[in-house]
């Protein structure tokens, strides 16, 4: 076989949708991990459609998740949140990005195993602090002691996003070298060579 120049992106993107399919690469993970941000980027770089399904829930809904919640609580809006994300998995591919709390429902994580790809950006505590400080309307949030919510739901929720079908580790880097990395990890789990997503050597 002919030796490929070194950056053939087209190529690689195109061994990769092939591989992907009908699938979507749906994004896991807490609150200020970078799902909506990373997801948009890896979305450009492989040419796919984006979507959030927390902008999503509130076109459907016409209301704020913040207001869903005060209004609804946090069943229902689990519900509802279900109902769009299966809704979504039909029109892949696509990059999807997912609320923190979505992938705790059973039916979600099967509909996600079947129709997706799952990749769990995986940050630690005081990156996660550091973020979700700059945003006030995350609903889980309304109490005296953020930090210690954030710990909690890192006890209950990281061994369930563990089963997620990758693991990309998220830190306070620029989001196309995070994104780089969250390719190239997906072509490992399809078995295709690497895409370069930049001209940037990395370490």
Sequence with gaps: MNALPANPPDEGRAALLE???????????LMGAGK???GRKVATMLSLPFTDSDQEIESV????????FERYGEPEFRALEQRVILRLLENGP????TGGG?????QTREAISAHG????????LDLLMERV???PNRPLLKNSDPREVLEKLMVERYPVYATADLT??????????IAGEVVSTVCVHLGIAAIATSDEVQS
């Design 19 to 29: 591989k992907l399919g009908s699938r979507s690469l749906v994004f896991v993970g």
């Design 61 to 68: 809904s016409r209301m704020t998740i913040p207001e869903l």
């Design 117 to 124: 790809i799952s990749v769990w950006l995986k940050a630690d």
């Design 168 to 177: 990309v580790p998220t830190r306070d880097d620029r989001k196309e070298i």
């Design 102 to 106: 979505a992938f705790m429902n059973a």
């Design 133 to 135: 400080s700059k945003k």
């Design 94 to 97: 696509q990059v999807l990005s």
């Design 36 to 38: 909506t941000a990373i």
